[in-house]
């Protein structure tokens, strides 16, 4: 599961400088990590609660 992670994770990186060309790359680059903080959260938790 780790390196379907990884390779998830550099495929994402990929579209998201892609699409955000115009934008500030620090600004995308928080968001992101929020992003998959926050889901990676909400999967740890949604594990425990089986």
Not at 1 to 15: A, L, N, Q, R, S
Not at 28 to 33: A, N
Request: one cysteine or more; aromatic letters at 8%; hydrophobic letters at 25%.
């Amino acid at each position: 599961m780790g390196i379907y992670k990884t390779v998830c994770y550099k495929v994402e990186d990929v579209f998201v400088k892609l699409l955000s060309k115009k934008q500030d790359s620090e600004l995308v680059k928080e968001k992101v990590s929020t992003y998959r903080t926050t889901k990676e959260n909400a999967s740890s938790q949604k594990k425990e609660s089986k």
